[in-house]
């Protein structure tokens, strides 16, 4: 990871144009993508990899901090926007007078930073403080978190939230008063997102190898004899849940400047069930597993979707179905059975 996150930028600003390694703009901005993309396949290990609980509504937490990002980018447009108002163009061309409330603190960069942690760890404490506390559990967690994600989805479409409907946010123009298609700032976001995702790793390591993490272990292989030891589930995965919902919104921040865009249909149901399917191709339970799939994944689509689009979700379909049948542990096991083969070859 911090091999990409240092070499991408070199590969791209210093390597002239034409030669087989320059990077093209492209490129980084694909990688870039990713890396947010495995920030949350690394949240969905923490809680499906480790404490065995399957979500599929994280990409709800991933759209909202996308969407507390976008809102202030769209205030940093000014009265730069088609109709140089001061409210954004889709709220000029709904005939809005003035701001939303939920719009208040939107053109200020911190309060807006603190909503892209709050506004998902709020709803994902609350969620989960009353389906953990009512025992739901399997694939009845799964569905009602994908249900959560699928109303949400249903309302942000609507015009009247405030949230621009089904175009959602898009034509950012700075960040922080600066230029946001610059090459300088494109790079510094790319670098920022390599950083986060080494760092949010270096922190689920330290978790997982402390006694917090051992009982989210115990808890997804026994919970009930967890309970007779006299510990408390609730508050463990509780606690993890939040965390990973938090980690959902922070890579949905960091994506939305370099993709340029935030809209519902990041909120779909398929999204996050892309998010499961990253985490169950690189290994869940591993870590670095889900994040290797997570590049393994998107960089196939990107290929597919350019090249055979027509085959994409063939492609993914056989591929999901391959891992649960023949490759449980995804390709992290799949690596280390083939070590174990060398191995035993030379020996």
Not at 147 to 156: G, I, V, Y
């Amino acid at each position: 990871m911090l091999v990409v996150a240092v070499l991408v930028p070199i590969a791209n600003l210093l390597v002239p144009e034409g030669h087989p390694l320059h990077l093209s703009d492209y490129a980084v901005g694909l990688t870039g993508k990713i890396m947010c993309y495995a920030i949350c396949a690394l949240a969905m290990d923490l809680v499906w990899g480790y404490t065995g609980i399957l979500s599929l509504g994280h990409g709800l937490f991933f759209a909202l901090g996308g969407y507390a990002m976008g809102m202030y980018l769209m205030r940093q447009i000014g009265r730069d926007g088609n109709y140089a108002s001061d409210l954004p163009d889709f709220m000029v061309f709904l005939d809005w007078k003035t701001l939303p409330w939920h719009w208040t603190v939107s053109d200020n960069f911190v309060a807006q930073m603190l909503l892209v942690v709050l506004v998902p760890g709020l709803l994902a404490f609350v969620f989960g403080f009353f389906a953990f506390r009512s025992r739901i559990k399997g694939v009845y967690f799964s569905i009602i978190t994908q249900a959560m994600t699928f109303a949400a989805m249903l309302l942000f479409f609507r015009n009247e939230t405030g949230f621009g409907g089904n175009n959602g946010f898009t034509d950012f123009k700075r960040i922080l008063g600066q230029p946001i298609a610059t090459p300088g700032m494109r790079m510094g976001l790319f670098v920022l997102t390599g950083l986060t995702l080494i760092g949010f790793f270096l922190m689920a390591r330290a978790i997982v190898a402390s006694k917090f993490g051992r009982v989210l272990q115990a808890i997804r292989d026994a919970e009930s004899r967890v309970m007779f030891t006299g510990y408390d589930p609730l508050a463990y995965k509780l606690a993890i849940w939040t965390l990973s919902a938090v980690m959902c919104g922070v890579a949905g921040a960091l994506y939305v400047p370099q993709v340029g865009i935030i809209n519902p249909s990041e909120m779909s149901p398929a999204a996050s069930i892309e998010m499961a399917i990253w985490a169950a191709v690189g290994g869940r339970g591993t870590l670095i597993g889900p994040i290797i799939g997570a590049f393994f994944v998107n960089g196939a689509k990107s290929w597919f979707t350019q090249v055979v689009p027509e085959f994409w979700l063939y492609f993914l379909g056989a591929l999901f179905i391959a891992v649960t049948l023949f490759l449980p542990q995804g390709l992290i096991g799949l690596a280390a059975r083939l070590r174990g083969r060398r191995g035993e070859e030379g020996a």
